[in-house]
């Protein structure tokens, strides 16, 4: 098989990429290593920034996000003690924000790549990419037992994380840098009605976050230590944990019900630099993990697409600038969502070695971001997600 460009994972990122390079004429194929129903069976993501809900509907895959997704000015930080703060990112920002699940996305965007007859190969095997140095890089990788070769002009690693893509650059060309935090999150999805507007709740015994699906989807969140078991964390715990961590009038708000899926996730920060080998190019976790904090993940994953989508039609084009600057531009973006995640992670969060110097600075930061229009500006800004460079 041949094909312009080899998309290396079946995740937000690769299906993207493929479902914008499809619309634009550029041909190409996703190989995936789970199957469908696994790759869907995945909870993440929930907030989008607007420039993400502009690309997703330029994408084609807009309905069912504009339909189902609930819009909203902005996300609450509630602090024992203290007055309830408002990221508003509608009146300091111009933009407001999307509840919409990655799930969801990922869904849409399954759909589309088969109305389209775009080729999406799970259960792949062993993908390998090879002869990212030449003019003629290729894949390969093994399906039913049977050794399979695509070639093509260029190769997407959006494997995420623990994907292969990464691993194939040399050590002497990549540059990683990483911070590991003390603490993971336990999230819990349950079939219960949702406060109405997200809530992340600073708290002495821990970090809690209140977020949403749809009208009867919640999901929520709780700091804990990394080696907490899911098994340690029965339901009435969880709930009992979590309304402890919010203020009372919000937690007697809180509908509590059987969770339908309970998983941990280890919080760190991490880039890889440059997000380009030859004609390898990286995009999504591939190259970078954000604590979920500040909701910058997938948010990420849809800028270096756009970014990248926008430079191989270009290609195709005769206009080679905007490959040649992909990495740099995508890489400012990621340090900037990269420095607000571990801000906004530094501030919520209790450190297991935190010193009342710490909590003094903290509450300080925060009764000025409640003063000061100008902080609210800038975290808004951030938090609402940058423009994308031209
Ligand atoms: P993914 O989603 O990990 O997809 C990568 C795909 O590649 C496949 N793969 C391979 N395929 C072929 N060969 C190989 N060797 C392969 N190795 C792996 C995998 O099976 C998978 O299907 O990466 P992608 O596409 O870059 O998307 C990134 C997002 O998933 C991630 O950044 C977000 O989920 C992060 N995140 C959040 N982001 C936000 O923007 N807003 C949020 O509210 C938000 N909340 C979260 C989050 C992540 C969380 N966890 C669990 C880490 C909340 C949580 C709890
Ligand atoms: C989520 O809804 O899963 C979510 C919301 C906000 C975050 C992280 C995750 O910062």
């Known amino acids: 098989m041949r094909v312009q460009v080899g998309i290396i994972g079946g995740g937000p990122a690769g299906l993207l990429l493929s479902q914008i390079l499809h619309r634009a004429g550029v041909d190409n194929v996703v190989l995936e290593a789970r199957s469908r129903a696994y790759v869907l069976s995945r909870i993440r993501a929930g907030v989008l920034e607007w420039g993400s809900v502009e690309v997703l509907r330029s994408a084609g895959i807009g309905e069912r996000m504009d339909r189902e997704g609930h819009v909203h000015d902005g996300t609450g930080i509630a602090w024992s003690g203290r007055g309830r703060?408002?990221?508003?990112?509608?009146?300091?920002?111009?933009?407001?924000?999307?509840?919409?699940?990655?799930?969801?996305?990922?869904?849409?965007?399954?759909?589309?790549?088969?109305?389209?007859?775009?080729?999406?190969?799970d259960e792949a095997e062993d993908v390998t990419p090879h002869e990212l140095n030449g003019e003629r890089p290729y894949l390969s990788y093994r399906k039913h037992g049977e050794t399979q070769r695509i070639d093509c002009d260029f190769i997407a690693g959006c494997d995420g994380f623990h994907g292969v893509s990464r691993s194939v650059i040399p050590a002497s060309v990549l540059h990683t840098v990483e911070k590991l935090y003390p603490f993971g999150w336990l999230g819990v999805l349950s079939e219960t009605p949702p406060l109405e507007e997200i809530v992340y709740a600073r708290h002495a015994r821990g970090f809690a976050l209140a977020s949403q699906r749809n009208p009867m989807l919640s999901r929520y969140y709780i700091q804990c230590p990394l080696d907490t078991q899911i098994e340690d964390?029965?339901?009435?715990?969880?709930?009992?944990?979590?309304?402890?961590?919010?203020?009372?009038?919000?937690?007697?708000?809180?509908?509590?019900?059987?969770?339908?899926?309970?998983?941990?996730?280890?919080l760190r920060s991490f880039v890889a630099e440059p997000m380009r080998y030859g004609r390898l190019f990286l995009a999504g976790d591939a190259a970078h993990i954000v604590p979920p904090t500040g909701a910058k993940g997938l948010n990420l994953a849809i800028s270096d697409v756009f970014y990248l989508s926008r430079a191989l039609i270009a290609h195709y084009r005769g206009n080679d600038g905007y490959l040649e600057r992909y990495s740099d531009m995508a890489l400012r973006r990621v340090w900037g969502a990269a420095r607000f995640s571990w801000?906004?992670?530094l501030l919520l969060h209790r450190f297991?070695?935190?010193?009342?110097?710490?909590?003094?600075?903290?509450?300080?930061?925060?009764?000025?971001?409640?003063?000061?229009?100008?902080?609210?500006?800038?975290?808004?800004?951030q938090y609402a997600g940058l423009p994308f460079e031209d």
């Not at 509608?90 to 080729?119: C, H, S, V, W």
């Not at 600075?361 to 800004?381: F, I, N, P, V």
């Open 85 to 121: 703060f408002f990221i508003d990112t509608r009146k300091y920002a111009g933009k407001p924000m999307m509840a919409y699940g990655q799930t969801n996305i990922t869904e849409d965007l399954f759909a589309a790549r088969d109305a389209m007859g775009g080729l999406v190969i």
């Open 352 to 381: 297991p070695d935190q010193t009342e110097f710490d909590e003094r600075a903290r509450e300080s930061e925060l009764d000025y971001l409640a003063r000061s229009e100008h902080a609210q500006r800038s975290l808004c800004e």
């Open 233 to 266: 964390w029965p339901d009435d715990k969880f709930w009992a944990e979590l309304k402890a961590r919010f203020p009372p009038e919000l937690a007697d708000r809180i509908v509590t019900g059987p969770s339908i899926e309970k998983s941990i996730a280890p």
């Open 343 to 345: 801000w906004l992670t």
